[in-house]
């Protein structure tokens, strides 16, 4: 089965401090996605990975897929209360099965 | 564009009582379709999923059910509900096919208090 653990669970950090997330798994996928989800909404895609040692730059975020397609992290460079939020790293089984699968998330808090 | 609709937002139900949250989904043919539920500041544990109208994959054995009558709707239900059925249910749809990175929408979602 394969599964993604998600760390640290919850950060609290200070405006302007940075921090990085990070998604694991034993497994190796094809892509790997990072959603953003705020209190009493649904998730909203940031973005996908799909070659390892891929980085992709999202403003003050940085996505890196690892090089054996097995992890993944998200760096917040100079975080804003705006970045508060659970961050959730997802992927889709095998074929088209149909199925996505998160992880457990982790909460961000950015006190101003 | 495409659209997705959940509802209702809120429901406070009793214990043993039926439910059925519905989904629908706008300007797309085909989707596959999910229900999430989620703990408080938790990751979203997949319930069901649907590539196609009547084929519904099932994820956790548990006290519900989903059904797919229509392409682009997606129904949630229970015959009686319990209290750890109480939780935040999303809605969710992604272009069918084989690219294994479509995004996926979700809804608003359903805030679910078994009373």
Redesign the interface.
Known sequence: TQLLE?SPQ?LSIQEGENLTVYCNSSSVF??L?W?RQEP??????LV?V?TGGEVKKLKRLTFQFGDARKDSSLHITAAQPGDTG?Y?C????????????????T?LQVKP | SQTIHQWPATLVQPVGSPLSLECTVEGTSNPNLYWYRQAAGRGLQLLFYSVGIGQISSEVPQNLSASRPQDRQFILSSKKLLLSDSGFYLCAWSSFGILRDTEAFFGQGTRLTVV
Request: charged fraction near 5%; proline fraction near 3%.
């Open positions: 998600q919850f094809s892509s996605q959603y009493g909404e649904g998730p909203v895609l996908t799909v659970l959730l997802a992927f889709h089984g095998s074929g088209n099965t149909g199925k996505l699968i998160f992880g457990q998330g909460t």
